[in-house]
């Protein structure tokens, strides 16, 4: 098992940016991809990025290209998503996701799920 917890969500002003944070603990961190999704009101889950298990590799949704940055950290098993540029339509509940492989882009690609960080951009 391995549990996720995601943080740095928050209410900030279009233009600004944000850094989240997916703190995981349970079994090895390294041996998991991980990614970056999110869901806001009303629509699906959507991909934004992901990266490998050492962090060498990233694979990012097109429409989520130059805005969005993800990293990782092993030695503190920690995974960042870096946002900058926000805008309204960003608002969404954030979630971090482990799984077996950075390629994938469905959500059903990933077995291990946080419980998600609340971001709302104003205008």
């Known amino acids: 098992q391995v549990q996720l917890v995601e943080s740095g969500g928050g209410l900030v002003q279009a233009g600004g940016s944000l850094r989240l944070s997916c703190a995981a603990s349970?079994?090895?961190?390294?041996?998991?991809?991980m990614a970056w999704f999110r869901q806001a009101p009303g629509k699906e889950r959507d991909f934004l990025a992901a990266?490998?298990?050492?962090?060498?590799?990233?694979n990012y949704a097109d429409s989520m290209k130059g805005r969005f940055t993800i990293s990782r950290d092993n030695a503190k098993n920690t995974v960042y998503l870096q946002i900058n540029s926000l805008k309204p339509e960003d608002t969404a509940v954030y979630y971090c996701?482990?799984?077996?492989?950075?390629?994938?882009?469905?959500?059903?690609?990933?077995?291990?799920w946080g419980q998600g960080t609340q971001v709302t951009v104003s205008s």
């Open positions: 996701a482990a799984g077996g492989n950075y390629r994938f882009d469905r959500g059903s690609a990933y077995d291990y």
């Open positions: 349970g079994r090895t961190f390294s041996d998991y991809a």
């Open positions: 990266i490998s298990r050492g962090g060498g590799i990233t």
